[in-house]
Antibody, heavy 119, light 112 residues
Framework: QVQLQESGPGLVKPSETLSLTCAVSGYSISSGYYWGWIRQPPGKGLEWIGSIYHSGSTYYNPSLKSRVTISVDTSKNQFSLKLSSVTAADTAVYYC????????????WGQGTLVTVSS | QSALTQPASVSGSPGQSITISCTGTSSDVGGYNYVSWYQQHPGKAPKLMIYEVSNRPSGVSNRFSGSKSGNTASLTISGLQAEDEADYYCSSYTSSSTLEYVFGTGTKVTVL
């Protein structure tokens, strides 16, 4: 079955760039679907960050668009998130998930990774 | 785009039915049948429970059902069980100058 696994630094300094990767197994990204990033600040709700197709087509949350870059590496069957100029407000658990864009559902999800922004 | 509005908490006794509401606008919930629902246990990733308003993925109990009326979508859990205690989030496509997706504020379900 399809499985996703996030990886990356758990601690990022303010004003620096947060970088995460999501490795996909059990399914080839090149076969279709969009692939998305969602985050959840501690004790708070979910926020969609953006989604990418294997062709590189992307859609971003307008509130984060100026700081977000999502890219895909089909040779490694993974996609990545970069969030620049981070502040403490970007501290969250970051999830990756397969995104059925047209009908809006996310399934399955990775286990999530906590990223803390602190000096 | 603001988050969709959900009640902060809903509770019920084992065996009872409960309903969680998800209120948006005609630009999101009311305008499209692209509402999905997720269950999240503490420390775990969300799990898809309902998609396209009322469709259940394979493996999800038929005790979970979804519906929509106007700008409000609903998730009903019938025959409430202890394992249903979790946070629940709705999500909808929302129309704007670009494709955009929004989640609800989340509802804590407590089994008494």
């Amino acid at each position: 079955q399809v499985q996703l696994q996030e990886s990356g630094p758990g601690l990022v300094k303010p004003s620096e760039t947060l970088s995460l990767t999501c490795a996909v197994s059990g399914y080839s990204i090149s076969s279709g679907y969009y692939w998305g990033w969602i985050r959840q600040p501690p004790g708070k709700g979910l926020e969609w960050i953006g989604s990418i197709y294997h062709s590189g087509s992307t859609y971003y949350n307008p509130s984060l668009k100026s700081r977000v870059t999502i890219s895909v590496d089909t040779s490694k069957n993974q996609f990545s998130l970069k969030l620049s100029s981070v502040t403490a407000a970007d501290t969250a658990v970051y999830y990756c998930a397969r995104h059925v864009l047209g009908s809006n559902w996310f399934d399955p999800w990775g286990q999530g990774t906590l990223v803390t922004v602190s000096s | 785009q603001s988050a969709l509005t959900q009640p902060a908490s809903v509770s019920g006794s084992p065996g009872q039915s409960i309903t969680i509401s998800c209120t948006g606008t005609s630009s999101d919930v009311g305008g499209y049948n692209y509402v999905s629902w997720y269950q999240q246990h503490p420390g775990k990733a969300p799990k898809l429970m309902i998609y396209e308003v009322s469709n259940r993925p394979s493996g999800v109990s038929n005790r979970f059902s979804g519906s929509k009326s106007g700008n409000t979508a609903s998730l009903t859990i019938s025959g409430l069980q202890a394992e249903d205690e979790a946070d629940y989030y709705c999500s909808s496509y929302t129309s704007s100058s670009t494709l955009e997706y929004v989640f609800g504020t989340g509802t804590k379900v407590t089994v008494l």
